[in-house]
C-alpha cells in the first residue's frame, strides 16, 4: 500500500513533466509561425498577369528574387481590365501588368472612381500587337462588315480596345464575346468570321495555328484617330511563318503594357514593400535584357513616360538619381537627357530598340563610374 501510496505522490511530477514540456514546444512553434508569417508577408509583392504576359511577370520573378530580402510570386489574371481592377480591390495584389488603353479606358468612364489618383505606374513595358485572325476568304478589315467577330471576353482590355479600333476603323461588325482559345476555334470551325487576339508577337496560340487550317490573319491600317492611345506595328514571316507568305509583311495596331501597382500613401506597409521591388526592379532591370528572357524585354524603356499618369515616387527618385548621377559628365549627361527627351515625347528621333539601347549604356557607363569611386 505504502508503495502505491508513494508512486500515486510521484504521479503528478510525472504527469507535469511532459505537460510543461509540450507548452514549451507549443510557444515555441507559435514563434516559428509568427517569425515567418511576418518574414514572408513583408518581403513578397505579387504580380497579376494574364497568360500571354504570364512569361514576363516570371521573367520579373526570375532576375529579382532574392532569398529573404525579396520574393516577387507571380499570379496568374483574366486580362488587362481584370488586372486594374485587382491591384485596386483584391486582397494580396501588389501590381499588375495591364494596357494604356484600358487605364485611359476606367479613367474616362468613371467607373472605377478617380482612378488616376489611385494608380502608379512602375514603368511602361513593351507594345503588345493586335492580331486579326480570319477565314481565308476575307482578304480586308472591310469585308468584316455586318459579320460576326470575337472581340475577347465580355468587359476585358481586348475588347475594349477592339471596339474603339472598330470604330475608328468604321466597321461594324456582330461582336461575339469569348477567349482566344475559343475564338481561333470558332473561326477554323466556321462557326465566326474572325476572332482578334492582343499579345506579344509571336502569341504562342497562333503560333500553332497551321498554313491549311483554312484561316489567316489580316491587316489592320493604322487610321486617323489610333494615334491617342495605340501604336503603329507590324507582323511578318519570321512572326508567323504558317500564317504569313515569306517577303510579306501585315500592318497592324499595338497597346503599350504597364507595370501598375496602387498608389499606396507614404506611411503604409505596402509601400515599404513595393519601395524595395521597385529599386531592385530598376537596379537589376539590364539583366532583364539577357537570354533567355522574353525577347519583348529588348524593346522596353524604363524611363519612358506615360503620359497623364502618375508615376511611382521611388521609381521617378531612380530615374531622378540616375540624372544626377552623370552631372560631372558632360558628354555622359547630354547622351543620358537625349535618351530622356525622345522617351518623354515618344518622339520618332530613335526607334524603342535604339533608345532601350542607349539607356543600356548610359547603365553601363554608371556602373564603370560607381565602380572606380569604390575603388
Known amino acids: 500500500m505504502r508503495i502505491a501510496a508513494i508512486g500515486l505522490c510521484f504521479l503528478p511530477l510525472l504527469v507535469g513533466l511532459p505537460a510543461h514540456s509540450a507548452a514549451q514546444n507549443r510557444g515555441s512553434a507559435e514563434s516559428i509561425r509568427q517569425s515567418y ?70 479613367a474616362r468612364t468613371g467607373e472605377l472612381g478617380p482612378i488616376r489618383n489611385q494608380i502608379a505606374y512602375v514603368a511602361k513595358l513593351f507594345n503588345e500587337e493586335m492580331h486579326l485572325l480570319a477565314r481565308e476568304w476575307i482578304d480586308d478589315v472591310k469585308q468584316l462588315e455586318g459579320k460576326t467577330v470575337n472581340m475577347g471576353v465580355e468587359g476585358s482590355g481586348i475588347e475594349i480596345t477592339a471596339r474603339h479600333v472598330f470604330e475608328t476603323l468604321g466597321v461594324k461588325v456582330r461582336e461575339v464575346n469569348v477567349d482566344d482559345a475559343e475564338g481561333v476555334a470558332k473561326v477554323e470551325s466556321g462557326a465566326i468570321d474572325a476572332t482578334i487576339l492582343i499579345g506579344a508577337k509571336p502569341s504562342p496560340l497562333l503560333a500553332k495555328v497551321s498554313g491549311d487550317s483554312g484561316m489567316k490573319l489580316i491587316a489592320l491600317p493604322y487610321a486617323r484617330g489610333l494615334e491617342a492611345e495605340t501604336y503603329p506595328a507590324m507582323l511578318t514571316h519570321d512572326d508567323y511563318p504558317e500564317l504569313i507568305a515569306e517577303g510579306e509583311q501585315l500592318d497592324t495596331v499595338s497597346v503599350c503594357a504597364v507595370l501598375v501597382s496602387f498608389n499606396w500613401s507614404k506611411q503604409h506597409d505596402r509601400t515599404k514593400k513595393l519601395d524595395r521591388f521597385v529599386a531592385r526592379f530598376f537596379d537589376n532591370f539590364d539583366t532583364l535584357f539577357e537570354s533567355p528572357r522574353h525577347p519583348k524585354w529588348q524593346h522596353v524603356n524604363f524611363a519612358a513616360v506615360l503620359e497623364t499618369w502618375p508615376r511611382s515616387p521611388r521609381a521617378q527618385a531612380w530615374i531622378d538619381r540616375a540624372k544626377k548621377t552623370v552631372a560631372t559628365d558632360a558628354s555622359a549627361r547630354k547622351r543620358f537627357e537625349t535618351f530622356l527627351a525622345q522617351a518623354d515625347t515618344g518622339g520618332g528621333a530613335a526607334s524603342e530598340e535604339e533608345r532601350a539601347k542607349l539607356f543600356r549604356a548610359f547603365v553601363e557607363w554608371s556602373k564603370q563610374q560607381q565602380s572606380q569611386q569604390s575603388n
Open 37 to 106: 508569417r511576418a518574414q514572408l508577408n513583408d518581403n513578397t509583392v505579387t504580380i497579376m498577369a494574364d497568360m500571354s504576359n504570364a512569361m514576363i511577370a516570371h521573367d520579373i520573378a526570375a532576375v529579382l528574387n532574392d532569398g529573404a530580402n525579396l520574393r516577387v510570386v507571380p499570379m496568374i489574371g483574366k486580362g488587362p481590365a481584370q488586372t486594374v481592377k485587382d491591384v485596386m480591390y483584391m486582397r494580396g495584389v501588389d501590381m499588375g501588368i495591364t494596357h494604356a488603353t484600358v487605364l485611359n479606358h476606367y
